[in-house]
């Protein structure tokens, strides 16, 4: 709750964000494309951070949720003519709600190592669920060959085949999930999911149902899962059995952690850091051909030696840079 | 017996972790405005009865009635609705939370309010926008005992209630609890501070190896000081 309005950390994420909005005017296609990756990651990466920062559930299985709604794209949109944003959009948050509402009757009620274990086991169902079978080509992956438009009273106000128009819709779509986020989080319900993660004992004690809350969250945290996986897929048009699968799910929680958990602004940090990191390092010349093609290594260390210097990730290192942790009233000296 | 209807009622408790009985066969019962202590030495299982009461773990054997209803099995949370309050040994209040937001999470619908728990607690007034965890151990626990009267229970159920604080506090925290007496609701107590009990409350239930070895008024307890030494280390 401290890190969520310190104001290091507003300020950051506030230049970061302004930083994305800026790419259209500046960028080509491949830093726009990068910025929108970033943006994307930032709001999956948000519901990671809803679930371990806020909820103290570690899932290892967020990206099937991330995957479905991917695949509520290619489902949504016709072979040939744009689709509806809204349609696919809201498709994709209701699939991955409804996985995450099913899954989650199950998956909440484990805590701990065994939690990791059961959502990755849903997430590695679904994941074989479109590796193994022809569902969109299996393991081939499909296309979209349109991509989706809002459009109203035949005029087209948004249309996803433009990278700028995609662009500023995912920011607008992460600005307002970071505000909707910190009001829940601010609400008796995000005190309730915070008083669960630290001692659901006490909860049950003055008169809340762990189990329901920790249920709320999950589901929430699967529908901005699934829009993120929507507006992903929409950047290149193309949905594959990957974006389920454990590297995903792991690639967010790495983010997250190196953003900061339980900032919120820390998702849109790692998932920032994170992108271009990898586009730096995979870079041969800026960093050698030799740092180039053994680029996980040097990633790994970086992430390591951050997580390490840095305890909170960067939202952490921010608030402490920025001064006293309490950014609230008479907080911590 | 108690003076009038019970507000909770334990008939019979049994209750234990992993199958082995902690505590066994207890019967206890406390009445509006009634104040009660359970006493006894580290072990004795005064804390699993609480926590068998509140629903925080099984009971093995027993009943468990709230206002005259049958609670034995069900779960703390509606045992909480159902009008239990409990402030937990340690406070365990929220650190990352404020102290308005500490007991804004308890808020139930009654006549306890933010308003009425600074007015009994003036002290956690001045420090609304603080943090749980800068708060004093005194203010943590009038912080506990606010959030608890916010779930408007019937029955506060304390447990270790002045453990730690200085004696200015725990004098206050005591005199918090003739407070809640007078306003009718019922109030279990355990603590270490033999003299404070015994002025305070009216009845005291003596636990060795959980069972209840010993009961009654103060007269009752004090007319065998070699017993209450041997059960209670004093």
Known sequence: MRLISHPAVLLTLTAVLLACASVPFWGGTYELKVATRILCFALFVLSIDLLIGFGGMVTFGQAAFFGLGAYALFFLSPEYEAGSILVAGLGAMALGALAALLTGLVVVRTKGVYFIMVTLAFAQMGFALFHDTDIANGSDGAFVFVKPALTVAGVTLIDFESRTDLHFTVLAVVVIALAKLVVLIRSPFGEALQGVKTDDRRMRALGYNPYLIRLAAFTMAGALAGLAGFLFASIDGYVSPELLGWQLSGQGIVMAVLGGLGSLGGAVFGAASLVLLEEVLKDQSLVGGFIAEHWHIPLGLIIVGIVLAFRGGIAGALSRLGGTLGGMGGGRP | ?234
């Open chain 2, 1 to 234: 017996m108690t003076p009038g209807p019970a507000l909770l009622d334990l008939e019979g408790l049994s209750a234990g972790y992993d199958g082995i009985p902690v505590v066994e066969d207890i019967s206890l019962a406390i009445a509006p405005g009634e104040v009660i202590s359970l006493m006894g030495r580290n072990g004795m299982g005064k804390t699993t009865l609480l926590k068998a009461a509140m629903g925080l773990i099984p009971a093995m054997r027993g009943r468990v009635g709230i206002m005259g209803v049958d609670h034995s099995r069900t779960p703390a949370h509606k045992r909480a609705a159902a009008g239990l309050g409990w402030v937990p040994e340690g406070r365990r209040i929220f650190a990352d939370l404020t102290v308005v937001e500490n007991l804004e999470m308890a808020r139930r619908i009654g006549p306890w309010t933010p308003a009425t728990v600074f007015d009994l607690f003036p002290r956690l007034a001045e420090r609304k926008r603080h943090y749980g965890d800068t708060l004093s151990g005194g203010e943590q626990q009038m912080l506990a005992i606010g959030r608890a009267l916010l779930t408007n229970p019937n029955v506060l159920i304390v447990d270790e209630a002045t453990e730690g604080l200085a004696p200015k506090i725990r004098d206050e925290i005591w005199e918090t609890f003739d407070t809640l007496r007078h306003q009718g609701l019922a109030v279990i107590v355990v603590d270490k501070h033999l003299d404070q009990l015994l002025s305070l409350c009216d009845r005291h239930f003596v636990m060795e190896k959980g069972r209840i070895v010993l009961s009654g008024g103060r007269e009752a307890l004090m007319a065998d000081p070699e017993r209450l030494h041997r059960f209670l280390g004093v």
